[in-house]
């Protein structure tokens, strides 16, 4: 089920809390209501995928039970392995596979399996309340709580990606506390926002991106519409999976529910480091405080820094997708921010200008290569960025218009939390013009099958 999509927005949202509401002053069956909730929200897509969800969920909560009650952390260390390697059969069996091939000239068997919508981000949402167990820094949950944890369902197929500590303490709140009225009205204004830039913004550069990059798997593109699908597609993936974001980050607010923020305005960033401090922030400091400090991060010299940095990167470009160009994508982050560490070890001040434009043109150019179907795609684009194809025919001018508003709405200075919980004020006539908008992309969205959002494939 699709946030943008009808069902979504005029009967399961409006169902789901007026039932959570209506159950306010009762805490278990609200929490199992937003439980079943959740389950037919998953299940919507495919109901095949939802046994694994619950054996992941519900048997990562025995073995914590287990080691709470033996003290046994091979417990905790055995459901990291098992969830990894859930993660890893559905994600990545057919690529090593794959892989394999390459390497020997063999053929081999192909599993062949579907991948299961968000399992990348409950996956890695377990796993932290694993190792913060293991660390002995995560209490002990009921079932209850930590099902709804898991499967909480603004956030359980894109994220954000949720701590323990940041969201089991939210589920002992009143709903109905003072400011409930504010809460939901902020909620669903930032809810609304976010699913216009999805709408008009993201899903509308999709129509001019998602031609040329087919265009890559066969030939050469023209050298104006690849700079223009470079581009498009670098805003489209920013205000496709920040709406995303930002819309169950509304829809949790409406329910009194805080959730971390997951961008803030990253092509306004001035330095690499800056970037992946405002770039998908949950999966960030999952990586950081999951895999780069433990690896070593940068306390134990050059060498340590060197490989904890390559193999968090090249981690995150795996995570993304099971692909080379992924990888790739991966470590050339890494590559990067090697250099600009080495940069800011030698003290030499950059205009922040420069090091503006430097940070936007290197994440622009390698989300090139992150669109890419594969690296045979990915070098045809290159050759159409030089020209290789000649220049070729002009993107239509209300392409080239939303790219410019795109940028513009990219480098504005505020979130669209930001906007909505610090500078929104409470006025009828700001309700009325998101009434109107909500319900003119209600009525968009209705023309055909909503546009999916791109991270779901991951």
Request: hydrophobic share 55%; glycine share 10%.
């Amino acid at each position: 089920m699709l946030f943008h999509s009808q069902i979504f927005i005029l009967v399961f949202l409006p169902i789901v809390l007026g039932l959570y509401y209506a159950l306010a002053r009762h805490d278990r069956p609200r929490e199992w209501m937003l439980i079943a909730a959740s389950l037919l929200f998953y299940s919507w897509w495919d109901v095949r995928f939802l046994p694994l969800l619950l054996i992941q969920a519900l048997g990562s909560w025995v073995l914590c039970e287990l080691y709470f009650g033996t003290g046994h952390r091979l417990l905790l260390r055995l459901g990291i392995v098992l969830n990894l390697a859930v993660l890893a059969t559905f994600k990545y069996l057919d690529f090593f596979v794959e892989t394999a091939e390459q390497l020997t000239g063999l053929s081999f068997p192909r599993a062949g399996l579907i991948l299961p919508i968000g399992i990348s981000f409950y996956t890695f949402q377990i796993i932290s309340y694993l190792v913060d167990a293991l660390r002995g820094e995560a209490p002990r949950y009921q079932m209850r709580r930590f099902t709804l944890f898991v499967v909480l369902f603004p956030q359980l197929v894109a994220g954000p990606i949720v701590r323990h500590n940041e969201i089991m303490t939210q589920f002992n709140l009143d709903p109905l506390r003072e400011g409930v009225a504010e809460r939901i009205g902020r909620g669903l204004s930032l809810f609304v926002l976010a699913m216009l830039a999805k709408v008009f913004v993201a899903d509308r550069l999709a129509m001019l991106v998602d031609p040329v990059f087919a265009q890559t798997s066969a030939e050469v593109p023209g050298q104006a519409m690849a700079w223009a699908a470079l581009f498009g597609f670098g805003f489209q993936i920013f205000f496709d999976f920040a709406a995303y974001s930002e819309m169950a980050i509304g829809i949790a607010l409406a329910m009194g529910l805080a959730l971390p923020m997951n961008f803030n305005q990253p092509y306004r960033a001035t330095s690499l480091r800056d970037f992946w401090r405002r770039w998908h922030m949950t999966l960030s400091r999952f990586l950081r405080d999951y895999v780069y400090i433990p690896l070593g991060g940068s306390k134990e010299g050059w060498g340590q820094y060197l490989s904890a940095t390559l193999a968090t990167m090249g981690l995150c470009g795996l995570w993304h997708g099971a692909g080379w160009t992924f990888i790739i994508w991966g470590l050339a982050h890494g590559v990067g921010l090697i250099i600009n560490r080495a940069w800011q070890q030698l003290g030499v001040p950059l205009p922040r200008l420069l090091g503006w434009l430097l940070t936007f043109c290197f994440a622009i150019l390698l989300f090139g290569l992150f669109r890419a179907t594969d690296l045979a795609s990915a070098g045809n684009l290159m050759l159409g960025l030089l020209g290789s194809a000649g220049f070729g025919e002009l993107p239509k001018p209300t392409n080239l218009l939303l790219i410019g508003l795109a940028g513009a709405l990219a480098l504005q200075p505020l979130p669209g939390l930001t906007m909505v919980t610090e500078w929104l004020r409470p006025r009828p006539a700001y309700a009325a013009v998101l009434a109107v908008a909500a319900l003119y992309v209600a009525l968009e969205v209705g023309k055909g099958q909503a546009q999916s959002f791109i991270y779901f494939q991951f």
